[in-house]
């Protein structure tokens, strides 16, 4: 069974366009993270959502909002896509906000390619 | 806020060779460390941690890093790498604060045969 999940793996848009990228997570951890790889292979946390509530904003265009229905699912929207947003998005999962004795367990990944 | 320096952004070896990646954190009280691997098209998979006690910590694949705290070092390093070792290596660090890891920005190890 996956345990961190998204959807779509790889999504190819056209500028201007809105698209979603899911994530599920059936460990049972409380806080989910977005992070974003950039073509440099650069990790960098955009979002962190513990039990649904908005913990960490990293300096991110509002043109990106997170969704979090419930604890196992973090939803990343992205409205007027831009050719920059081009990247690898990952979304990850850990128990509690620190990563303690498993750190983060990641999805593997969205390649999003914005043309 | 932390922050990680990986000196090396690609390292070659030949196969059998022993490597070390280098990782460098920002000083502060108390950290966790962790060493992450990603295999190409792959998301990100947890190699070793550093929590606390013993300072030199191992991974099932013959991995083994050393928390040097003085240095604030956690280095990776195999005494004798395999093709199939031929990824990219993040380090990451956490303080026990609350806050995110922070990665660093990569080391590619290619190993040749």
């Known amino acids: 069974d996956t345990a961190v999940s998204q959807t779509p793996k790889y999504l190819v848009t056209q500028m201007g366009n809105d698209k979603s990228i899911k994530c599920e997570q059936n460990?049972?951890?409380?806080?989910m993270y977005w992070y974003k790889q950039d073509s440099k292979k650069f990790l960098k946390i955009m979002f962190s959502y513990n039990n649904k509530e908005l913990i960490i904003n990293e300096t991110v265009p509002n043109r990106f909002s997170p969704k979090s229905p419930d604890k196992a699912h973090l939803n990343l929207h992205i409205n007027s896509l831009e050719l920059g947003d081009s990247a690898v998005y990952f979304c990850a999962s850990s128990q509690d906000p620190v990563p303690g004795d498993y750190g983060y367990t990641f999805g593997s990944g969205t390649r999003l390619t914005v043309v | 806020a932390q922050s990680v320096t990986q000196l090396d952004s690609q390292v070659p070896v030949f196969e059998e060779a022993p490597v070390e990646l280098r990782c460098n954190y920002s000083s502060s009280v108390s950290v966790y460390l962790f060493w992450y691997v990603q295999y190409p098209n792959q998301g990100l998979q947890l190699l070793l941690k550093y929590l606390s006690g013993s300072t030199l910590v191992e991974s099932i694949n013959g991995f083994e890093a050393e928390f040097n705290k003085s240095q604030t070092s956690f280095h990776l390093r195999k005494p004798s790498v395999h093709i199939s070792d031929t990824a990219e290596y993040f380090c990451?660090?956490?303080?026990?604060?609350?806050?995110?890891?922070?990665f660093g920005k990569g080391t590619r190890l290619s190993v040749i045969a």
């Open positions: 460990l049972g951890h409380d806080t």
């Open positions: 990451a660090v956490s303080d026990p604060g609350n806050t995110p890891l922070v």
